[in-house]
């Protein structure tokens, strides 16, 4: 099968993770993408782990990408962008606002040159109002938007919020981007005209807070905790998630207390919340005496939607993930390591990352050629 997006042609000015994420979606469905980078390189390319000169964090990100060495700050590298234009689909920065108008390469400098042009922006804030211009990185769209008080709210006895290492923002807002551009082909074949997607971070995050978005409208007071949290067993933790009435009802079936669906601590949802401390404590009375994997077997039994805690590597190795073929592996100077493809399948398309990840600068003089500048750029 061919690819879905075959004979897109995308223009890469993204740089870390958020607009990276972005175009290696748009490379893994097909599109070819031109990944413009400064001399120096794309600042992923010396993050850890490297091998060989080779990071697996920039490939991983970039793989199946071509890379172009453009020096921006000479207009000659100006005009061969504006040149380059004139033949894609599809522009992707994620650059603070202000930098690419500086440089003549924004929205409104190049539709003239190709009306047809769909062109992202990724920023922390969006392209217009009063905090545009202000540098932004996951960690701190994640205090900004609220989310991680909102997850500190549901740990008990926490009063200083927590690092999340993990960049959630950077990957939502490179998905909800890729979502803006599909949109924008999508109507570009009924008007046969491109447009401006201004994607941002913190609004991406704040899609994650649905119930604190209504919280916040209408305020009421939580009474107890939700039935889910880790529970201790002979060897770790698993996570039961006790979202109904039936899997509260397998639940204590699995931990040999039918007794609990009719006790008047448990009977009613908002009775569990209420007495959640009680509940867990006589399920870990349970649970401790069995090793996480017995645990597991006792609520798939009765019914009950739960798992261990895995490490990263452990849920690599998870047989579902290799029925599904979720990785993909990919090749670059220092050798060879697996990504993820797109946690999506289609029945007409293939849905795969590329198999290598480019060197600096190795399809410059490609690339140049097709507006007659290669000659000149290898002078």
Same mark, same amino acid.
């Given at each position: 099968?061919? !690819? =879905? ?31 413009? $980078?400064?001399? $120096? ?21 970039? =793989?199946?990408? !071509? ?5 921006? !700050? ?38 003239? /040159? ?32 609220? &989310? ?7 740990? %008990? ?31 570009? @074949? ?19 807070? /649905? ?9 009421? @007071? ?5 039935? &889910? ?29 039918? %007794? ?19 509940? &867990? ?8 005496? /069995? ?5 597991? =077997? ?15 590597? @452990?849920?690599?190795?998870?047989? @579902? ?6 990785? =993909? ?45 290669? $000659?000149? %750029? %290898?002078?």
């Amino acid at each position: 099968m061919a !690819k =879905a997006l075959e004979g897109l042609r995308v223009l890469d000015f993204t740089t870390t993770i958020a607009g990276p994420h972005c175009t290696r979606m748009l490379s893994d469905l097909g599109a070819e993408v031109i990944k413009v $980078e400064a001399p $120096e390189g794309d600042m992923m390319r010396t993050r850890p782990p490297m091998r060989e000169g080779a990071s697996t964090s920039f490939g991983q990100l970039n =793989a199946g990408k !071509k890379s172009v060495v453009l020096d921006l !700050k000479d207009k000659s590298a100006v005009a061969a962008v504006r040149a380059l234009v004139k033949g894609v689909d599809v522009l992707v920065e994620n650059y603070r606002p202000g930098v690419m108008k500086r440089l003549g390469l924004d929205y409104d400098s190049l539709k003239p /040159l190709n009306p047809k042009l769909i062109y992202c922006a990724i920023s922390g804030y969006g392209q217009t109002g009063p905090s545009a211009d202000r540098a932004a990185y996951a960690p701190m769209i994640h205090a900004a938007s609220g &989310f991680d008080l909102a997850n500190m709210s549901y740990q %008990e006895g926490r009063e200083r919020p927590d690092y999340c290492g993990v960049y959630v923002a950077d990957v939502l807002a490179g998905t909800y981007a890729y979502c803006g551009i599909m949109t924008a082909l999508h109507q570009r @074949q009924r008007t046969g005209e491109g447009q401006m997607v201004d994607v941002s971070m913190l609004e991406s995050m704040l899609t994650l807070t /649905l119930t604190e978005i209504q919280l916040a409208q209408f305020p009421i @007071q939580r009474v107890g905790r939700p039935p &889910f949290g880790p529970v201790a067993t002979k060897d770790g933790y698993i996570m039961p998630a006790i979202a109904s009435e039936k899997t509260f009802q397998g639940l204590c079936h699995a931990a040999g207390h039918p %007794e609990w669906i009719k006790d008047p601590r448990f009977a009613l949802y908002d009775n569990r919340r209420l007495h959640w401390d009680p509940l &867990f404590e006589g399920l870990e009375v349970w649970s401790r005496q /069995l090793t996480t994997a017995e645990c597991q =077997a006792a609520f798939d039994q009765h019914g009950v939607p739960s798992s261990a805690y895995r490490t990263v590597k @452990q849920a690599m190795s998870d047989p @579902q993930l290799a029925h599904r073929d979720a990785f =993909a592996t990919v090749h670059d100077a220092g050798g060879s390591f697996q990504v993820v493809n797109p946690p999506f399948r289609m029945t007409g398309s293939v849905v795969r990352a590329g198999e290598r990840a480019s060197k600096l600068g190795e399809h410059t003089r490609e690339v140049l050629d097709r507006i007659g500048l290669a $000659e000149k %750029e %290898e002078a």
